[in-house]
């Protein structure tokens, strides 16, 4: 029964990564806007700047949409760019959520007073959450380096593009170039998003379906899987996007050998976006995050009790 919720969280999750991935990237693409990687600090626009007469500051011009980034990709590097990144998704599908699922599964039928997952109180859906979430960004964090480089590689100039074939390139390039440690750069905070997206997503799912159900306004069916999934995907995209802003920047950036990295950990990278930025920025990509969780949640839960109905005489 164990290794049958893994197998059925896996399937679910990789048909769920792969047909929302181009929103991914668009995701990824917002949340490095206005990124400056200069080692000056001195360089950052404070949150609070009073205005001299020595100089004038102009107001930032507006950045582009989740719509218009997308228009961007296509005209700049073509269709083919929206995947770009697929075969580490893939991968990254396959430890992290793989893993999560099925450690969630597991922790809510030894937690439930018949065994079944059913009549979890909602403290413990959370409690195997965070705890699935967590073991599984851990497994799972090479593969989240590399997606995110990948999906990011294309709005560096040509001359500084990583250029990585595939999701084994990648890993093998980081490996030799910066070291083995770099596979988890950036993992205290996908292990922190993990809990709060695994948390929030399947609790809330769980808990949703389970009110919808027991008021009697839909049957256990496709339109309560889909309005429980979508709700649980605007929860978690609204709990997580901060981490996964500072997650995205820490992961993306570059270390050369013998100079001192753009940020000293994901604290310092928080802090010098919103110095630079505003607060707000932490938020950056939230609409392309929640079009992008909403449909994946959508397609991950759908999909999961498709496979259980598939595999339930297993």
Known sequence: MGVKGFVEGGIASIVAGCSTHPLDLIKVRMQLQGE????????????????????????????????????????????????????????????????????????????????????????????????????????????????????????????????????????????????????????????????????????????????????????DGLGTHVTASFTAGLVAAMASNPVDVVKTRVMNMKVEKGAAPPYAGALDCALKTVRAEGPMALYKGFIPTVSRQGPFTVVLFVTLEQVRKILKDF
Not at 115 to 141: M, S
């Open 36 to 219: 400056s990687l200069s080692p000056a600090v001195s360089a950052l626009r404070p949150a609070l700047a009073f205005p001299t007469t020595a100089t004038v500051t102009l107001p930032p011009p507006p950045r582009p949409g989740p719509l218009a980034v997308g228009a961007q990709i296509l005209r700049s590097e073509g269709p083919s760019a929206l995947f770009s990144g697929v075969s580490a998704t893939v991968l990254r599908q396959t430890l992290y959520s793989t893993t999560r699922m099925g450690l969630y599964d597991i922790l809510k039928k030894k937690w439930s007073p018949a065994g079944d997952g059913n009549a979890l109180p909602i403290h413990r859906k959370i409690a195997a959450g965070l705890i699935a979430g967590g073991i599984g960004a851990a497994v799972g964090n090479p593969a989240d380096v590399a997606m995110v480089r990948m999906q990011a590689d294309g709005r560096l100039p040509a001359a500084e593009r990583r250029n990585y074939k595939s999701v084994v390139d990648a890993i093998g390039r980081m490996v030799r170039s910066e070291g083995l440690g770099s596979l988890w750069r950036g993992s205290s905070l996908t292990v922190n998003r993990a809990m709060i997206v695994t948390a929030s997503q399947l609790a809330t799912y769980d808990q949703a379906k389970e009110a919808i159900l027991a008021h009697g306004v839909m049957e």
